[in-house]
């Protein structure tokens, strides 16, 4: 169908974290019961909050001044306001940006979402942040014959020893993700995951995070059957493996991201990025391991985004892998 993606070449080590971000600007942000349907983690308002969207942008403005504290680069890039796009603030369900100059487009479940997919975005996030487009992978036409795979919302990536997690669920079908993992040259480890009540975990990167020295992974939630496989996958990665619980997955804190930045005093440097939500659900001994795992950890409160939106901070960011 597409020319398989080469694996990076050449003395580079593969990078796990990337050291920019794309981020979207909600103008239409608010409870998408489309998406609900298949998101547990979204609340329905009491009434519908006229206050939403000035609050979700808000939290957006807080989250984009945090990283650039910290020196991450990032591209903020505004939503349009026709046709209004509720969750045009998650950004990686529907775009990649690989080190080797990959570029993916995803099949989106929910109609209301394939809006969000606007070349001029990826345009601007090209130009800005100076990644080199070298391959076009497009899977959104898969969206006719009822087959998704939401980004990095579906897959989460061991970048380094490329590997590429995937929990089913209505917005992840396996053949996508086998025909991903194929295409870009990384091993596929597909189970299943479910919360406390049953229901299937909508994106993997609820229960999942991989950094350049540690993995954040709500073993609980996956099947009986598939949870030693998974473990034993992450083991060979050489990472430290925090294990967390339902509750805590119920409160984002399997929902971070791992950022690369630079410091005066420390040069090369990573960022833990997570919600205040996240960090008050985790032990003190996850965190005080999580914190030696990295150089800084970085929490901000975005509430509204993950009550109404059923997303948290990581879903925020589409990692840019800028390329040599």
Known sequence: MYPAALPSQGKRPRQQCADAVLMVRPHSFGYNPETAQTNSFQERPAEEARSAAALACQEFEQLLRALASEGVT?????????????????????????????????????????????????????????????????????????????????????????????????????????????????????????????????????????????????????????????????ARGGREIIEIGHDEIARFAGNMLELGTWDEALGDARVLVMSESARRALSPEAFARLSGSTDTVLAVPVPTIERLGGGSVRCMLAEVFRTA
């Not at 026709?82 to 099949?107: C, M, Q, R």
């Not at 970048?159 to 053949?175: E, G, L, Q």
């Not at 993700?177 to 299943?192: H, R």
Request: hydrophobic content about 45%; overall charge negative.
């Open 74 to 234: 990032v591209c903020a890039v505004e939503d349009s306001a026709v046709p209004p796009k509720p969750d045009a603030i998650f950004p990686n369900n529907w775009v990649s940006f690989h080190e080797d100059g990959t570029l993916v487009l995803y099949p989106l479940q929910s109609a209301s979402r394939r809006r969000e997919r606007r070349p001029e975005l990826v345009e601007k996030a090209v130009q800005e942040l100076g990644f080199r487009l070298s391959h076009l992978i497009d899977l959104s036409w898969y969206e006719e014959r009822g087959k998704y795979l939401e980004g990095t919302g579906s897959l989460v990536l061991d970048n380094v020893t490329r590997v590429a997690y995937a929990c089913i669920s209505p917005r992840t079908h396996p053949d996508l993700v086998t025909e991903w993992a194929q295409a870009l040259g990384y091993e596929a480890v597909v189970f299943s995951a479910a919360d406390r009540a049953g229901v299937p975990l909508y994106h993997t990167n609820v229960l999942m995070w991989i950094g350049a020295r540690a993995v954040v992974v709500g073993a609980a939630a996956i099947a009986a059957g598939d949870r030693a496989r998974v473990l034993e996958h992450l």
